[in-house]
């Protein structure tokens, strides 16, 4: 088995210090790191990992990220490679991903794709199910344990306030790796030392094939910040129609009622997609499609 | 010998990468020796502390020429102070040179802020081609039929192989230690330092401090600033901060159950320290132990197949008028790589050849300053010098410039009436007069 892991190069947020007398960011004290979902994700791969199996590293980012994909490789990852282009800036997650696909590409695709949940620093959380729409593969997010069975991956997630869900999809396939779920292993000193000074391949945009247009996407653009606003209340009514008793025990429970979810089980993942956004647009979350 | 796997066996191996192990990596990397430079922290000089005025230019210039410009150095001291201060008075000595090669090349002395240097100092070793590792803690030292032959790094399989052992591992060094070269400290041996770095405008800091341009200027205080702890304190000028400290000598913070960074406060409460840090923005807190006491705690300097260099060797001048270490801990690497290429010349690494250190440290005046100013750490470092008489030339200059309608006195009664009403006996202040003199004049 083939398996690919995304590292992600970020600044370790206990060196992040304000300079006193400019009130900005001092860059020049951050040191970077490993993003930590991303050194659990790596662990796991490795522990997987058969004999006749491969772990390879992606990163993209400065030449900086080549000593994180060193330590990656004196954990024991096989093989690393690098994306970067110096007409990258800060980098979206959307264009991180479409530099990560066309890495994944260019290596023969891996049967496995294995990522950090949310990174440290921007934290979108979207990278997994992003990549999972350029290469067309299942996602499955939140994971904190997983196993394969003969080419099936059965994976157990923490969704919000507490609840699991177990999901099922076939390989070839992306998750995205819950935070600090495993240490990564410290490197053996020989290891450390054969990987200081090994070079890292590095892909630019040629060698990925992507043209600077394909990186080119509508641009985000922030319209206005507002503070979050408490919904209105409803006053609770009890309805007239029902009996006495009904009534009482309206009142008596102030209209209380758990939320009330909806599972979405039929139609193709379009039409469910449709589903959702009208969700959205009808409660006011999304403003209608013009 | 045994042969190890080639990537496991070095000429050298320098354990921690300050002043002295980066310095000594650089020499044994130029003479094409396999040299490995291994690091605790996370990168060279992350873990290290001082003042820190690096008073070592000219000794650099000679590795590196014109280093400073290429250096992360912040100002050249063209200033020196001494005050002596009471509770209340501050009475300076103050060296200004403008030229001389004190604010101009080759330069006297740097500030710098250690973690940037050091880093530099160690990239400047590892582009001469040493192998640099950080991370990498070293537990115990190796040894083969009695002989010292590399390091056990805290990582699996971390043995790893050297002809020669370079401790640079600074204060309380644990190498040192392991192979039997040191014992375990007094505590009066060793001073505690509490740093502050306060970030203020380069400008504010050139009009407070009646610097041109990126001079810089060295305050060393001594007195009351640090009550009756025996000790003193710091004060430099950085580019766009300030470094400044108290350094109170371990065993009498704990008679005195004081704690340093109540005295850093009231030091930087003191009339004549306030104007100068008003206003500072506080960037860094750091502490660390500093080996005073000079040749009394020198270990013994090399083993078969090892030597120690830098505070691990105790090369830190701490003599009232000198504050040197790094200096020191540089020219004593230097002298352990220039032995270390010697013995990997002649392919044997016994004491006996090692023993070619002490002459090397001669040459390179380390141990000449260090028995030149023997006497001087165990005085200077007592209450008297470092306390006492500072306070009292304080008191009687305030005495002598005080005008309030009472007979003048003059001078030599002034002093006869206060040593009367101090603690001093006559023939204690003869003997400390002696002390003084034999510290520093002949």
Same mark, same amino acid.
């Given at each position: 088995m083939r398996i690919a892991v995304c590292l992600k190069y970020v600044p370790d947020p206990s060196t992040i210090e304000v300079d006193p007398l400019t009130g900005m960011?001092?860059?020049?004290?951050?040191?970077?790191?490993?993003?930590?979902?991303?050194?659990s994700a790596l662990e796991l791969a490795l522990r997987l990992r058969p004999p006749d199996g491969t772990v390879t590293v992606f990163s993209v980012g400065p030449?900086?990220?080549?000593?994180?994909?060193?330590?990656? &490789? =004196?954990? #024991? $990852?096989? *093989?690393?490679?690098? /994306?970067?282009?110096? @007409?990258?800036?800060? +980098?979206?997650?959307?264009?991180?991903?479409?530099?990560?696909?066309?890495?994944?590409?260019?290596?023969?695709?891996p049967d496995l794709v294995l990522c950090g949940g949310h990174s440290v620093d921007r934290g979108s959380g979207t990278v997994p199910a992003l990549l999972a729409e350029h290469l067309d593969w299942p996602v499955v997010t939140d994971v904190t344990q997983f196993e394969i069975q003969s080419g099936r991956l059965r994976a157990r997630?923490? &969704? =919000?306030? #507490? $609840?699991? *869900?177990?999901?099922? /999809?076939?390989?070839? @396939?992306?998750?995205? +790796?819950?935070?600090?779920?495993?240490?990564?292993r410290q490197a053996s000193l020989p290891n450390l030392m054969r990987v200081k000074y090994t070079p890292i391949p590095l892909y630019g945009l040629e060698e990925l094939g992507l043209s600077p247009q394909d990186l080119h996407f509508p641009a985000m653009t922030l319209h206005e910040v507002m503070p979050p606003r408490p919904r209105a209340r409803m006053m609770?009514?009890?309805?007239?129609?029902?009996?006495?008793?009904?009534?009482? $025990?309206?009142?008596m429970s102030a209209g209380v009622a758990g939320k009330a979810g909806k599972i979405l089980e039929s139609g193709t993942p379009e039409q469910q997609a449709d589903a959702i956004i009208a969700f959205l647009c009808q409660r006011g979350f999304l403003e209608q499609p013009t | 010998m045994t042969t190890h796997p080639a990537n496991q066996q070095f000429d050298v191996i320098v354990v921690g990468a300050g002043p002295a192990g980066s310095a000594a990596a650089l020499l044994v990397a130029r003479a094409g020796l396999k040299v490995l430079l291994l690091e605790r922290g996370e990168y060279p000089g992350a873990k290290n502390v001082s003042g820190a005025v690096f008073y070592g230019s000219a000794i650099l210039n000679e590795l590196i020429p014109n280093w400073w410009e290429q250096a992360p150095v912040e100002r050249p001291v063209c200033r020196r102070d001494i005050a002596f201060m009471s509770p209340t008075t501050a009475v300076a000595l103050d060296f200004r040179c403008a030229g001389a090669g004190f604010a101009t090349a080759p330069y006297n002395g740097f500030t710098v802020l250690r973690p940037k240097f050091d880093r530099w100092l160690a990239a400047q070793a590892e582009a001469a081609g040493a192998f640099v590792l950080t991370s990498a803690v070293v537990d115990d030292v190796l040894r083969e039929n009695g002989r010292i032959v590399g390091v056990r790094v805290r990582r699996e399989q971390g043995e790893i192989y050297g002809k020669v052992v370079i401790a640079c591992d600074g204060v309380n060094s644990f190498l040192a230690k392991k192979a039997g070269l040191q014992r375990e400290f007094h505590p009066h041996e060793l001073s505690l330092g509490v740093k502050e770095v306060l970030g203020l405008d380069p400008a504010i800091i050139q009009d407070r401090f009646h610097l041109t341009d990126n001079d810089g200027i060295a305050y060393e205080y001594l007195g009351?600033?640090?009550?009756?702890?025996?000790?003193?304190?710091?004060?430099?000028?950085?580019r766009d901060s300030l470094s400044l400290g108290v350094i109170g000598q371990v065993s009498s913070l704990v008679e005195r159950r004081k704690r340093p960074y109540e005295l850093l406060e009231r030091f930087k409460a003191h009339p004549a320290v306030a104007p100068l840090v008003r206003g500072g923005k506080l960037r860094e807190y750091s502490a660390h132990l500093i080996p005073e006491s000079?040749?009394?705690?020198?270990?013994?300097l090399y083993t078969d197949g090892m030597l120690v260099a830098g505070d691990a060797a105790g090369f830190c001048l701490a003599a009232g008028l000198y504050l040197e270490g790094m200096n020191y801990a540089m020219q004593s690497g230097l002298a352990a790589a220039e032995t270390a290429i010697l013995a990997c010349q002649k392919g044997n690494f016994s004491a006996r050849t090692l023993s070619v250190y002490q002459k090397n440290l001669k040459q390179r005046h380390v141990s000449t300053d260090f028995r030149a100013y023997r006497h001087a750490p165990s005085f200077v470092n007592g209450p008297r010098l470092q306390n006492l008489y500072p306070e009292m030339v304080a008191q009687g200059m305030e005495q002598i410039f005080r005008v309030d309608g009472a007979p003048k006195r003059k001078i030599l009664p002034l002093a006869y009436r206060m040593v009367r009403q101090s603690s001093i006996k006559p023939g204690q202040l003869l003997r400390d007069v002696y002390q003084v003199a034999r510290a520093y004049l002949w």
């Open positions: 960011i001092d860059i020049g004290r951050v040191l970077y790191m490993m993003n930590p979902a991303d050194e030449i900086e990220a080549d000593r994180l994909l060193q330590d990656a &490789l =004196a954990a #024991g $990852a096989d *093989a690393a490679l690098r /994306v970067w282009d110096d @007409a990258l800036g800060s +980098l979206k997650p959307i264009v991180t991903t479409t530099l990560l696909a066309a890495a994944l590409r260019v290596k023969a695709l997630r923490r &969704l =919000a306030r #507490g $609840a699991r *869900a177990e999901s099922e /999809v076939t390989l070839p @396939a992306i998750l995205g +790796l819950e935070t600090g779920l495993v240490h990564l609770f009514t009890p309805d007239v129609g029902g009996s006495v008793q009904e009534r009482v $025990a309206q009142i | 009351a600033i640090t009550e009756d702890v025996h000790g003193g304190a710091f004060l430099y000028t950085n000079g040749w009394a705690m020198k270990p013994k």
